[in-house]
């Protein structure tokens, strides 16, 4: 009688079997093309923070993304619409809590106030930097050049109510509103590019003590 003798991983002509690996559900499971590109913009956003979008390439968005290049060059035309993207999104959550903070504030000044604090901060370095990317990258692209456009006369809208309010209110003296908006928005401007290029040294405090400035000089209210 003869006796079968098992299979050996080990015997001649035959391979062990490859552990079967187990697979994650989100590989499994395909995830509508807007979700990819959502979760490859959003991945970019903290690269170009740190290191500026000119400093970022498609395979660094897709390691951050943790997908293949293939897959960031299927969803998007290229590295820059990635870029684009990812900077319109930063910028505009950045200004929606902004506005969200105003709109809370008990007075126009306050939410005046709110929005000076809220621009300089320890932390504010890294929008500012993503701030100065968003409007350069709007002279290679006519179209984000209009939304760069739509997203700064929203901000000057903003600085506009405040004041409006706080005249309606009796803290602000009579001025031109619109007037006051460009104003404050250049110096703002101005101090957060002098703030990244520490060319003069400039502080967040001194930063914000000359907006504060601003509002005093311009919008005060004559006392008695």
Excluded: C, N
């Amino acid at each position: 009688m003869t006796t079968s003798v098992p299979d050996r991983p080990d015997r001649p002509g035959r391979r062990p079997k490859a552990p079967r690996r187990a697979v994650a559900a989100s590989e499994r499971t395909r995830q509508p093309t807007e979700v990819r590109r959502r979760l490859i913009v959003e991945a970019a956003v903290p690269l170009i923070v740190e290191r500026g979008s000119a400093a970022v390439g498609v395979r660094d968005v897709a390691a951050a993304a943790g997908v293949s290049v293939g897959t960031v060059t299927y969803h998007f035309d290229s590295v820059q619409e990635v870029l684009s993207e990812a900077m319109v999104l930063h910028i505009e959550r950045y200004y929606a809590a902004l506005s969200e903070a105003a709109d809370r504030a008990t007075s126009g000044a306050e939410g005046l106030r709110l929005l000076i604090d809220a621009l300089f901060t320890d932390d504010t370095d890294r929008h500012w930097r993503m701030w100065f990317d968003y409007w350069h990258a709007g002279d290679r692209d006519q179209a984000f050049a209009r939304g760069q456009a739509e997203r700064y006369a929203s901000w000057h809208g903003e600085i506009r109510s405040l004041v409006e309010r706080g005249v309606a209110e009796g803290d602000f003296r009579t001025v031109d509103p619109a007037d006051f908006a460009v104003r404050f928005a250049a110096l703002a401007d101005g101090l957060a590019l002098q703030r990244l290029r520490q060319a003069p040294p400039l502080t967040t405090e001194a930063a914000r003590a000359h907006l504060y400035r601003l509002v005093e000089v311009e919008l005060a209210a004559a006392a008695g």
